[in-house]
């Protein structure tokens, strides 16, 4: 299988449960090493993996900015502030415990998160799995 993106590439891996979508989201990324063949990436590729699980990953006794500042130290707060304001976390809700956030907001910090880096590409595995009804208006 040979698979080409360009920067303006949007691709959807559509298929039903078991059908190993997660599986060749994890081949791209480099998570996984094919049994055959090999992966081949340009250098410089950074990408951000968004799984159905990443929110639990968060810790959640710490504030959303708390959390920005242990991830990525040595960052101005307001630079900590706009990440987070860039994907609806805004200053009373970058305050707040994240166990206090709804799922879609602690969704929204995932990707607040996963935006810092400024990775190449973004790839999504079943995003919308913990979005609540106000998370998908942003």
Known sequence: M??????????ALVG???AGKT???KLLTGELSPQ????QAHR???TAFFSQHHV???VMDVTALEFMQQKFPGKREEEYRHALGMFGVSSDLALRPIASLSGGQKSRLAFAILAVPRPNF???DEPTNHLD????KH
Do not use: P
């Open 23 to 25: 599986t060749l989201v």
């Open 16 to 18: 039903e449960n078991g």
């Open 44 to 46: 410089s590729l950074k």
């Open 2 to 11: 040979n698979i080409n993106a360009d920067m303006e590439s949007r691709i």
């Open 36 to 39: 055959e063949g090999y992966r």
């Open 133 to 136: 009804v106000e998370s998908w």
């Open 122 to 124: 973004f790839i999504f």
């Open 56 to 58: 639990d990953q968060l």
